[in-house]
């Protein structure tokens, strides 16, 4: 819950406008979004990261994948 509480904290501050939905359980995020009717490019997935520098905040749109790879190059 904590992301979720992180993530709606920025929308708010940065004026972004976004809808939250409940769903039931699903095995997926593929069956949440059918569940939903939500397309795939209006989709978004977070993840809490951590690091030595402290807990960071990912969101990323559920068409791309998260690159810890890339992440850790930077």
Not at 16 to 28: E, F, G, L, N
Not at 44 to 56: C, I, M, N, T
Request: charged share 20%; aromatic share 8%.
């Amino acid at each position: 819950m904590f992301a979720a509480a992180r993530l709606i904290q920025f929308l708010k501050a940065y004026r972004i406008s976004y809808q939250a939905m409940s769903h039931s359980r699903t095995a997926s995020l593929a069956q949440i979004q059918e569940q939903l009717q939500i397309p795939e490019n209006c989709f978004a997935r977070s993840f809490l990261l951590k690091d030595r520098k402290g807990v960071l905040l990912a969101v990323v749109p559920s068409s791309h994948e998260l690159s810890i790879e890339m992440l850790n190059s930077r």
